[in-house]
């Protein structure tokens, strides 16, 4: 073990002003009872936590401290969140017991701190990531405040990541654009999930984000400039309301600019909305909805608006309870500016989300949407069938992203669903035994397959026959979870119910062999790669695998089945628990890129480049060891990254280019332009063979209506290269846009 740190003299002041700052940036009401409490939790973590140092070096504690303030300054939480925030840690990392808390903080306290501490032992355990957010999600339903104080801690985490190392930062980058920024977005965090895209955004696309940031940092003060010359004229007559107002004006988050950047393909100088401009107005509830469209009114007065581009966020509220009124309209030079029009509640919910909401509870004219959404959470979570990975897919697809649909029963009863649920789903959603036995579905009045997509507004009725079952097709025609696990569950029970002629048959097979059968049956399983018994008993009833050709494989030794040996290696396929250990002696052909791996060199390992995102020499990569097909190497920016590692991580692996080689790799880019005919073929053509001299692997055009879409797959040594050709066929007459297969 290192040498143990205490803390220095001038560390101590340093954490005693953090702790300071902490305690100013509480916003809620406390009384001298919550302050003591605070102190004491303040305390009790300094000494726990006192001889840990960060891999920054600093001493352990700022960590709990910054997230009691992300907590308090960020989401506005109270003592009760702030002390267990600064203790969130404690039981997990120091000899502090649960029950020792419970006694000084009381009950509610040691709950929120062991649902804390769960999360990241399920974390530290390397356990699937999956079944991490699961626990995530079961502490949400249960006290809020965990999930919360959870994402304060992945926020000061991401914005320290710095100091981690690069596999761990992939890794986790890739965690927080799959689940937590989504899940940021779901509570109403809006600030959180921005900052936590941008920060994943300068982890895996590091060149990207910091060629943003400078040009940002570079074009400020004329973007400052022109939001005052944009503003003035607005404020003039905004005065005249007699409303207390606040406007600020902003730029736009480095991710929502790359990702402009990269759908209207154009370059950074030719985005023009590089900011939002926000009015937020303070008024009582009563005045909200006229005061926003007076506003509106001023200042589409004032500078003209694009129609098309007005939303209206507080007729009718988002699914996560954003309210706004937002336009674009065109200020001075022609240039397109954003105005989103608010009250400070509405701001604060905005911002704050989850956490503003109860606050508010009844002032919104809103249906009660957070436990609405709760419920939903609560039923998936209920479902004992589906595991963590099928879960989370199902949690991400339903109650992320989607917003919502709203429909009708024959009696005029409205239920809601998420948008893209079928007429299936909703046959679920009425009664389980409903979705079961569905034979038919009307849709006002006319009959509709059963993947039909709900519009708002439909009327659906539901026929049913004792006799009808689900099948497996059925899955792909829902979406929601509930009517995914009923229909998968009833799958299971039709599988096990015909299975049991299999297992009799196996019963007699191993009875006549004399061999124990719990213990053969646990081999054949682990054998054949099934997932369950149920399944095997299953195959051999229906013949998709018969006993006489299992039994080639085995043989009897004393009353033990035994594989024979020969055929396991190419049979038996396991999945890999830790990372290959780096072979002996053999080399690979010159062919090989180097890489290093996990900081080793890569010849010593078998690796193959993903054929998803075709990584090319100088792009940011990772290994992600496969369970078949050995180590493969990824772009960090390739769109299964996230997924991969989110629920996998455990298998993620560093990897960096060595020394520059000769080495080829395949970039497909996708070109689009006029179509003049044959001429176009043969100057992409010429241009990239015979003046850049690169190799064409595959070419394919196709046109429409005078247009063009082309796709080219070059070998090419290295990004420069392949920046280059981008530029250069960009430059090419009649050719739109250039850009690289993401
Ligand atoms: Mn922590």
Not at 70 to 90: K, N, Y
Not at 320 to 332: A, D, M, Q
Not at 444 to 455: E, F
Not at 674 to 700: A, M, Q, T, Y
């Amino acid at each position: 073990m290192a040498e143990v740190l205490t803390i220095q003299e001038e560390e101590l002041q340093l954490i005693e002003a953090a702790y300071k700052d902490m305690v100013e940036s509480i916003k809620s009401e406390m009384e001298e009872l919550d302050l003591q409490n605070i102190r004491k939790a303040y305390e009790l973590a300094l000494e726990a936590h006192q001889t840990q140092r960060r891999k920054s070096g600093e001493p352990y504690i700022f960590h709990p401290i910054a997230v009691a303030t992300i907590a308090a300054a960020e989401i506005g939480l109270g003592p009760t969140a702030i002390i267990s925030a600064l203790l969130h840690d404690v039981v997990e990392d120091t000899e502090v017991t649960l029950g020792e808390i419970r006694e000084i903080f009381g009950n509610r306290i040691s709950k929120i701190v062991d649902g804390l501490t769960k999360l990241d032992s399920a974390y530290n355990a390397e356990s699937p990531q999956a079944e991490n957010f699961k626990k995530v999600l079961s502490t949400l339903v249960d006290d809020v405040r965990v999930a919360l104080i959870k994402m304060a801690d992945r926020l000061h985490n991401m914005r320290t990541l710095g100091s981690m190392p690069r596999h761990k930062q992939l890794k986790i980058a890739a965690e927080t654009s799959y689940i937590y920024a989504p899940l940021a977005h779901r509570l109403g965090l809006y600030a959180f999930k921005t900052e936590f895209l941008d920060l994943c955004m300068k982890v895996t696309d590091p060149t990207n984000y910091h060629g943003i940031a400078k040009k940002l940092a570079e074009t400020k003060r004329s973007r400052e400039s022109y939001i005052d010359e944009f503003i003035q004229p607005l404020r003039d007559e905004l005065d005249e309301l007699k409303v207390p107002y606040r406007i600020i004006g902003r730029p736009k988050s480095i991710y929502s600019i790359y990702n402009k950047i990269k759908n209207k393909q154009v370059p950074f100088e030719e985005i023009y909305d590089l900011f939002a401009v926000r009015i937020i107005l303070d008024v009582r509830s009563e005045r909200e909805k006229m005061i926003c469209w007076q506003t509106y009114s001023i200042v589409t007065d004032v500078h003209v608006p694009i129609p098309e581009r007005l939303k209206d966020w507080i007729s009718t509220p988002k699914s996560n309870g954003y309210e706004s009124l937002h336009t674009t309209v065109i200020g001075p030079s022609g240039r397109y500016v954003e105005v989103q029009i608010r009250t400070e509640r509405m701001n604060e919910i905005a911002e704050r989300g989850f956490a503003a909401h109860w606050k508010y509870k009844g002032v919104s004219r809103q249906p009660d949407v957070y436990e609405r959404w709760l419920d939903n959470v609560r039923e998936i979570l209920d479902d004992p069938n589906s595991d963590a990975v099928e879960f989370l897919g199902d949690f991400r697809a339903n109650n992320l992203f989607n917003e919502e649909v709203f429909v009708f029963t024959p009696k005029g009863d409205m239920k809601i669903l998420p948008k893209g649920a079928t007429a299936l789903d909703f046959a679920f959603n009425i009664h389980t035994d409903i979705g079961y036995h569905c034979t038919a579905i009307k849709v006002n009045n006319r009959l509709v397959p059963m993947g039909y997509k709900l519009k708002n507004g439909d009327q659906i009725s539901i026929t049913t026959n004792r006799s009808q079952k689900p099948s497996e097709s059925w899955l792909k025609m829902v979406i929601t979870g509930k009517a995914r696990s009923k229909i998968r569950y009833a799958m299971k029970d039709e599988q096990r119910k015909k299975g049991e002629l299999g297992k009799e048959a196996l019963e007699r097979k191993f009875k006549h062999l004399k061999v124990d059968f719990e213990e053969s049956v646990e081999k054949l399983v682990k054998h054949l790669r099934l997932p369950s018994h149920v399944e095997l008993y299953y195959r051999i009833a229906t013949g998709l695998t018969s006993i006489p050709e299992i039994f080639k494989k085995f043989q009897v030794m004393g009353n033990k089945l035994i594989e024979i040996e020969y055929q396991k290696e190419t049979e038996i396929e396991e999945l890999p628990t830790k990372a290959p250990t780096p072979r002996k002696g053999t080399k690979k052909s010159d062919n090989t890129p180097r890489l290093l791996i996990n900081g080793e060199p890569g010849d010593r390992f078998d690796y193959t480049f993903a054929n998803c995102c075709n990584p090319v020499q100088g792009d940011h990569i990772f290994a992600y060891l496969t369970a078949t097909a050995g180590l493969k190497i990824h772009r960090s920016t390739c769109p299964n990254a996230a997924n991969l590692m989110s629920n996998y991580g455990y298998r993620v692996m560093k990897a960096d280019w060595m020394a520059t080689t000769n080495n080829t790799f395949v970039a497909d880019l996708k070109i689009t332009g006029i179509d003049d005919g044959p001429g176009v073929i043969e100057r992409l053509s010429h241009e990239i063979s015979n003046k850049l001299s690169l190799n064409i692997r595959s070419f394919s055009i196709s046109g429409y209506e005078g247009y063009f879409k082309g796709k080219i797959s070059l070998l090419v040594a290295n990004t420069d290269q392949l920046n280059i050709a981008i530029r250069a066929l960009k430059n090419l007459d009649s050719i739109s846009t250039v850009s690289r297969v993401e």
